[in-house]
């Protein structure tokens, strides 16, 4: 069983245009959900861990912008923004038990492909 | 601050040889150590960690790996490897009071020939 689901899985991104995407969390017990980005190579880099529902954070990297908010108990988004052309990018969430308990659980993630 | 140095990009290997994969990690206080693999188009599965303890931990698949405060190791083995292992592999730190956020290393593409 999936313990996160994301979607969309891919997309396309009119340059210029933001994107919303979801991550669901299957089981409540691990509360703690987190998004991170992932570049053509692979390389993981930690955006935000949002713990409970209202919980909101914006940050802004090279080559987008960020928009992350805890909606409820079992979802979180990412606003994903200001992308610049040409670019590939993976945003994958995932959710943990907190702070020095162990593993994480990953989704499967979300393609971005700016036109 | 704290970072994750994998200086393996690529390792191509036989089947039936043993596998090791390095890793060393920069951090001022006791880490936790992860160990991920992400098979393609599939999610980060989770292989081992070191929290304390025992230097040597087991994880799944039969991969194990060593704990060395020495030389802020912490590599991954397997012997034998198998062609299924072929995937790539993350070396994660949290440090501590972090929470959920991991550093990972760049990955290490692993490749074995049956």
């Known amino acids: 069983v999936t313990l996160l689901e994301q979607n969309p899985r891919w997309r396309l991104v009119p340059r210029g245009q933001a994107v919303n995407l979801r991550c669901i969390l299957k089981?409540?017990?691990?509360?703690?959900m987190s998004w991170y980005q992932q570049d053509l190579q692979k390389q993981l880099q930690w955006l935000f861990t949002?713990?409970?529902?209202?919980?909101?954070?914006v940050k802004s990297l090279p080559g987008a912008d960020y928009l992350a908010t805890r909606v409820t108990d079992t979802e979180l988004r990412l606003q994903v923004a200001n992308m610049s052309q040409g670019r590939t990018l993976y945003c994958t969430c995932?959710?943990?038990?907190?702070?020095?308990?162990?593993?994480?659980?990953f989704g499967e993630g979300s393609k971005l492909t700016v036109l | 601050a704290q970072s994750v140095d994998q200086p393996d990009a690529h390792v191509t290997l036989s089947e039936g040889a043993s596998l090791e994969l390095r890793c060393s990690y920069s951090?001022?206080?006791?880490?936790?150590l992860f160990w991920y693999v992400q098979y393609p188009g599939q999610s980060l599965q989770f292989l081992l960690k070191?929290?304390?303890?025992?230097?040597v931990v087991k994880g799944t698949k039969g991969f194990e790996a060593e704990f060395r405060k020495s030389n802020s190791s912490f590599n991954l083995k397997k012997s034998p490897a198998h062609w299924s292992d072929s995937a790539k592999y993350f070396c994660?730190?949290?440090?501590?009071?972090?929470?959920?956020?991991?550093?990972f290393g760049k990955g290490a593409k692993l490749t074995v020939s049956p």
């Open positions: 949002l713990r409970s529902p209202g919980d909101k954070e």
């Open positions: 995932s959710a943990g038990l907190g702070a020095n308990t162990g593993q994480l659980y």
């Open positions: 089981n409540s017990q691990y509360p703690w």
């Open positions: 070191y929290i304390t303890g025992d230097t």
């Open positions: 994660a730190l949290e440090g501590q009071g972090t929470g959920s956020k991991l550093s």
């Open positions: 951090y001022s206080a006791a880490p936790y």
